[in-house]
């Protein structure tokens, strides 16, 4: 099942509350939250006050993105923040077996993030414990990124492996995803879209529903969880 996830980071933060009920009833599936510390990335972005303004006005799925150092020393935080799922980066964790068990024992679905560079391979003995693997399409901290080109083919060979071991943890794909691109991705295995500036920038209502006009006509596909 294709699933549109919009990032919130290329939101009007004056009017973000209206901005992302717009977009929930327009469709979208996820709301993407995406969290830097100004260490593991350059930027910085919100915390936990902001989150939990945004769960008054939805219950869309939080899809909250982690790009903080050490994670795991959050994850109750979040949760009362209102998350219902939390990707970490493999790169960021110094325990990420750890890391993953913490959020699932708090009943929230776990996800990992791999940077553009990072082998699949950092997957190897925590895949089976995953709802979700995130491969970022573009360096991490910063929207507007063109998607890299071989990022495909790393998508492929991640859906060949969950496939192989009959697995059901979805693929999400973060960065630089347009309507140009989104279907040779979906082709590649992804089946979860983040799309930030593909969203948000114009008409957000017809965006959205140009993301699901593709989903929907879309022959066959990945079943997630």
Known sequence: MYKLAPSILSADFSKLGEEVEEIVNAGADYLHIDVMDG???????FGMPVMKSLRKRTDCFFDVHLMIEEPIRYMNEFKEAGAD????HAESCKHLNR????IKELG??????LNPATSLSCLDYI???????LIMTVNPGFGGQKLIENTYEKVRKLREIIDGKGLKADIQVDGGITLQNVERMMDSGANIFVAGTSVFK???QKNVKAFKEVFANANGGH???
């Open 39 to 45: 260490i593991f990335v350059p930027s910085i972005s």
């Open 85 to 88: 799922g939390i990707t970490v």
């Open 99 to 102: 890391t993953v068990q913490a």
């Open 108 to 113: 929230l679905k776990a996800a990992v993030a």
């Open 127 to 133: 895949l089976e414990d995953l709802d979700m693997v």
């Open 202 to 204: 114009g008409d957000k």
């Open 223 to 225: 079943e997630g969880r």
